[in-house]
């Protein structure tokens, strides 16, 4: 479940921001900072509990950060050195995957773009570096790359090939151009495809899940520059076979959806595939809360790879449409041969995204990008809704 930086989401009375800054969490950062020479403890834990009401997650982290920053040196090179003392043990750097870390880490990234961004850049960047290999500085990399852009370029270009695979997500991620949460950067998207030329060759899954949700970010900007690198990194034969298959897929999710030609050739689904399609509607009214079930068939005169989304068009008020794309299955068909695929797709009357109205919908199915079928339905009221 996706949520914001509010931190709401989930079932009724769920907070994340709960979940990630209690009184438990804060110890924990306490006892970090407890080893500085003169740091309060209880003291910083009392603040940052105190001040947790009515503030959203990223609200939060800047409140622990100016708990924090009240304890510590007043100049930027001291504040810094006293951050990378207090920093808990890296992250594990044998793993081939992890989380970004804890986010009550995110304190030394804070201040390094609050005290570090104007008179001490070289200086800030460094506390980033230590930072990232606790918890990931996706968000205040970004500040830099807006104020300093060929300053910090340059160091991401060195932290590109770091030891620790960390660091080397951070330059896939924090440069991405629509990375969910953060700050948006000035840089030109298509910039970091530099760094993603090495980075979609890393050993490890965290580094290469970024750079296939970066790839995702530009396809939405500049698809076919997507598809062609993507294209020249397979046949330099750098990556695994295996992760390259997967890094391709999951950077064209995105185009996919849309139909981009480029991405569905790519990933070896033809447009004009000698397919007979065909939708079948178990009902065509479906009450709010109950559940649009229909078939699509595929037919094949010749060997064909198919490729199926479905797309509901979705009625709004005042007159208005709406349409969301959702994956069904991928097949491979023998000549003559022939498959149906069931779907059951519950209209949740409590959809934390988007809300169901009455009135006409359809159901379309796409295949290899092309819509092939249509078929309608009426969404009603639920009968014990009282309206």
């Known amino acids: 479940m996706a949520r914001g930086p509010d931190g709401k989401g989930g079932g009724a009375g769920f907070s994340l921001s709960d979940q990630l800054f209690n009184a438990d969490s804060l110890g924990d950062l ?92 070289e200086r800030a960047l460094d506390l980033l570096h230590a930072a990232t290999k606790r918890f990931s500085m996706e968000f205040y990399i970004r500040p830099f790359l807006n104020r300093w852009p060929e300053e910090t370029l340059a160091r991401l270009d060195a932290w ?53 949700n970066h790839m995702n970010d530009i396809s939405k900007i500049a698809p076919d520059v997507v598809v062609d690198r993507l294209r020249g990194w397979a046949a330099t034969g750098r990556q695994e076979r295996r992760e390259m298959d997967w890094i391709t897929r999951h950077a064209l999710r995105t185009a996919v959806k849309r139909g981009e030609a480029g991405a569905l050739e790519l990933l070896g689904y033809r447009r004009d595939a000698t397919l007979a399609v065909s939708l079948r509607l178990e009902s065509g009214e479906v009450p709010i809360g109950g ?12 060997a064909s790879r198919a490729l199926v989304d479905y797309r509901l068009r979705l009625a709004r008020p005042k007159g208005k449409e709406a349409e969301k794309v959702f994956k069904l299955k991928a097949v491979a068909l023998g000549a003559g041969e022939r498959v149906v695929l069931r779907k059951r797709h519950v209209l949740k009357a409590d959809a934390t995204t988007f809300t169901y109205h009455p009135g006409a919908h359809a159901v379309i199915a796409q295949v290899n990008g092309v819509d092939r079928a249509e078929a309608a339905f009426e969404v009603v009221l639920p009968q014990d809704s009282g309206l």
């Open 30 to 121: 306490a006892r970090d900072y407890a080893r500085l020479p003169g740091f309060d403890a209880d003291r910083f834990q009392a603040e940052a509990l105190g001040g947790l009401a009515g503030r959203g997650l990223l609200e939060r982290l800047d409140w622990i950060a100016t708990c924090v920053e009240a304890q510590l040196p007043r100049e930027f090179p001291a504040m810094a050195d006293a951050l990378e003392a207090a920093m808990p043990p890296e992250l594990d750097p044998d793993l081939r995957d992890d989380d970004f870390g804890r986010f009550i880490h995110a304190v030394p990234g804070i201040l390094a773009v609050r005290h570090g961004l104007e008179a001490h850049r």
């Open 291 to 302: 559940a649009l079930v229909f078939e699509v068939v595929l037919e094949a005169a010749e």
């Open 160 to 212: 590109a090939g770091d030891d620790n695979y960390h660091v080397r997500r951070l330059v896939s991620e924090g440069t991405r151009p629509r990375l969910p949460w953060a700050t948006g950067i000035t840089l030109d998207p298509l910039v970091p495809l530099r760094f993603l030329d090495r980075l979609h060759a890393d050993p490890t899954r965290y580094v290469t899940r970024s750079v296939a």
